[in-house]
Nanobody
């Protein structure tokens, strides 16, 4: 069975940092682009970042550019989201996701992802 499990969420002060981690099992990460999405209460889910299955291409939402970084470690079946300079508006449930793509250096948050985790809550508040 394919499973994605996020961890690392919690309460953080504005301006603080936190790293989210996602462990994936049941699929060969070599063939999947990986992404992070978030959903705040009362709002639609939005893409945060994604990384190609080769690891040499990444995209970021405009509202996190310069603050967040994404990385993957296929040997450990993990994808990470480093979040810096957090703002109250970053408060949301963060989900990791995997998507099969036919090219190793392509990544996009548009379109559908095949597998999703249950999410981890990140709350930014003083």
């Amino acid at each position: 069975q394919v499973q994605l499990v996020e961890s690392g969420g919690g309460l953080v002060q504005p301006g603080g940092s936190v790293t989210l981690s996602c462990v994936l099992s049941g699929l060969p990460l070599t063939y999947y682009a990986l992404g992070w999405f978030r959903q705040a209460p009362g709002k639609e889910r939005e893409g945060v970042s994604c990384i190609s299955h080769s690891g040499n291409a990444a995209n970021f939402a405009e509202f996190v550019k310069g603050r967040f970084a994404i990385s993957r470690d296929d040997a450990k079946n993990r994808v990470y989201l480093q979040m810096n300079d957090l703002k109250p508006e970053d408060t949301a449930v963060y989900f990791c996701a995997a998507r099969f793509l036919d090219t190793p250096n392509r990544c996009t948050m548009s379109g559908s992802f095949d597998y999703w985790g249950q999410g981890t809550q990140v709350t930014v508040s003083s």
